[in-house]
């Protein structure tokens, strides 16, 4: 059984950037498909990146395309989320998932095929 923790998280102001940093503990994550989600007060969780096993196939929610990248390193069982140029409306919980049986090497966007997930790191960007 894999256990996630998110880390990097924090208060930062509109424009800034910051990493977070997700590791993996309990197995290798091997060829699972990793994403990042993240929930807003009052909101639906929703589907920010993800990446496929091999780190090649990635995919971004609309509202994050062009201003947050997702990487990982599977020698230190660690997957990142990089995010630059923040905004308020960035603000939220960010959860690390993972997919431990992909279905394709296209990562999917959908929270019900991750079977495994972090407890969250707070980001809050100030206006």
């Known amino acids: 059984q894999v256990q996630l923790v998110e880390s990097g998280g924090g208060l930062v102001e509109t424009g800034g950037s910051l990493r977070l940093s997700c590791a993996a503990s309990g197995r290798a994550l091997g060829t699972d498909t990793m994403g990042w989600f993240r929930q807003a007060p009052g909101k639906e969780r929703e589907f920010v990146a993800a990446?496929?096993?091999?780190?090649?196939?990635?995919l971004y929610g609309d509202p994050v395309k062009g201003r947050f990248s997702i990487s990982r390193d599977n020698a230190k069982n660690t997957v990142y989320l990089q995010m630059n140029s923040l905004e308020p409306e960035d603000t939220a919980v960010y959860y690390c998932?993972?997919?431990?049986?992909?279905?394709?090497?296209?990562?999917?966007?959908?929270?019900?095929?991750?079977?495994?997930w972090g407890q969250g790191t707070q980001v809050t960007v100030s206006s």
């Open positions: 998932a993972g997919d431990r049986y992909p279905q394709s090497a296209v990562p999917s966007a959908r929270q019900g095929v991750y079977d495994y």
């Open positions: 990446i496929g096993w091999r780190g090649g196939n990635t």
